[in-house]
């Protein structure tokens, strides 16, 4: 990811598209899945007074033509490729061998029913929300008085991202954990990605989304709720902490906006490390400032043009390389299962999330995110007023550190460094980030409980 506000500060001192494939269909496919359905429904109705024709949550159902997938394998083997790179390594981008060996694979052996049937095993819906299509994961947990939670993924990502979560969440004890550590997992799609609406006008920025999912909350009928997130998804969580409606009770972030301004212009402009800093802060500052001399160019390009990425909606090879090439640590663990290698992620894990996006055909509308984040700060504190839990991974952008989320957070109620774990935590390390979120939230649910 990348910090926008900094390059501005330094140079200056749809109509709701239908998403598709997928279908928002209120007739099940079978008994069962019309009594789930119907029960879900009829909580929500019960919970909120019924709603107005706008307001209305429809159940919807992944279901992708086979000849869309027919399209794409054929679209794959017709691939013009490049030479090879110049160099041994991958400072020129994402090289022509790990391409390669993801095309081979995803022409030939990946098989995307298998995440359709993960998607369509969990309870999925679409509202309108200012004028816009919302798609949204919701799985209540069979556990009396569940936490609720909103979930927000981030760039380059979908819904896929937290999938390996939901049941760890939603049903602690069959995972080892207990009936007291459960939560109600709302997962979103953002505006613009996934089966979500496309915004055919300005205006959706994180500010904007994180007041959306106050509404979506609202509308699902708790009065009571904590949020949660990564990459963008802890920016529009942030902003929600720092908008703090009544309702939200507290926050969880896995990519803590912790770096005070005076700084984050300095990491910007690439200048040395003020002498005060201590070791901790030093080493988030030299992450922070390789981060921006080096590993944010796909954010820049579109931040300033997102619009002309036609290559990324018409070449799925070309879409799969431009979500590689994240950070220089995220693409080294995403690169590295296409090479023998698994930690955390598998090669199905990668071009699921990937698939997605060329399904839905929104490589483009999910990048006009950072445009309209021009111009404000991405990894700057943000103002948080609610009670905040952090949890730092090691292969994150830059490791916040604690000096930094105690400024940045007044009620800092949980702060932890993990030993392994990236940029896509809930991707990448589920258990922790499950065990993070658990112990996280702990403190807030006797607020939840009295109040209920």
């Known amino acids: 990811m990348r910090r926008i506000g900094s ?34 429904t009829a909580t929500t109705q019960l919970a909120t007074p019924k709603p107005a024709a706008k307001e209305a ?19 794959i083997l017709a691939t013009r490729w490049p030479e090879k790179e110049t160099v041994t390594d991958a400072s020129q981008g994402v090289q022509l061998a790990t391409t390669q060996a993801l095309a081979r694979y995803w022409a030939t052996d990946y098989d995307w029913r298998k995440c359709e049937a993960k998607l369509s095993a969990l309870p999925q819906f679409i509202t309108e929300i200012d004028g816009l299509d919302i798609h949204f994961i919701h799985v209540r947990s069979k556990h009396a008085n569940a936490l609720p939670v909103i979930i927000t993924h981030g760039w380059p990502g979908s819904v896929v991202e937290q999938l390996k979560i939901v049941g760890p969440l939603t049903d602690p004890t069959a995972y080892g954990g207990s009936a007291a550590d459960a939560f109600d ?33 609202k509308r699902l009928g708790y009065t009571q709720f904590v949020a949660q997130g990564g990459d963008w998804g802890a920016i529009i969580t942030e902003h929600m902490g720092a908008q703090a409606p009544p309702e939200l009770l507290g926050i969880h972030t896995n990519m803590a906006n912790v770096i005070p301004l005076d700084i984050d212009k300095l990491a910007f402009s690439g200048a040395p490390a003020p002498a005060n800093l201590s070791a901790d802060e030093k080493l988030a500052y ?65 071009l699921d999330n990937i698939t997605l996006t060329w399904l839905t055909n929104t ?49 800092l109620i949980h702060f932890n460094k993990l030993p392994k774990g990236g940029h896509f935590a809930a991707w990448e390390q589920p258990e922790l980030l499950t065990s993070e979120m658990r112990t996280g939230f702990r403190s807030l649910r006797s607020t939840l409980q009295a109040k209920r």
């Open 363 to 411: 490589g483009v509308s999910g990048g006009r995110l950072y445009w309209e984040n021009w111009g404000a700060s991405f990894f700057a504190v943000k103002g948080v007023k609610v009670p905040t839990a952090v949890s730092v991974f090691p292969d994150e952008l830059y490791p916040a550190p604690r000096s930094w989320a105690e400024r940045a957070y007044p009620e």
């Open 57 to 75: 949550i429809r159940p919807f159902r992944v279901d992708v033509p086979e000849a869309e997938l027919t399209d794409l394998r054929q679209r």
């Open 7 to 40: 390059l501005l500060a330094a140079v200056a001192t749809l109509a709701i598209a239908a998403p598709s494939p997928g279908t928002a269909a209120p007739i099940p496919k079978d008994k069962n899945e019309k009594e789930e359905t119907t029960m879900e």
């Open 286 to 350: 030299e992450r922070l400032s390789f981060v921006y001399a080096k590993g944010i160019g796909y954010g820049f390009q579109m931040g300033l043009r997102p619009q002309t990425l036609y290559g990324i909606a018409d070449s799925p090879v070309g879409l799969a390389a431009y979500f590689l090439d994240h950070d220089a640590r995220s693409y080294e663990l995403i690169a590295r299962v296409f090479n023998g290698q698994t930690e955390g992620l598998t090669r199905d894990d990668v």
């Open 185 to 217: 997992v709302v997962i979103p799609s953002m505006p613009g990605y996934g089966y979500s609406g496309r915004p055919t006008t300005t205006g959706w920025d994180p500010a904007h989304i994180a007041r959306a999912w106050v509404v979506l909350m």
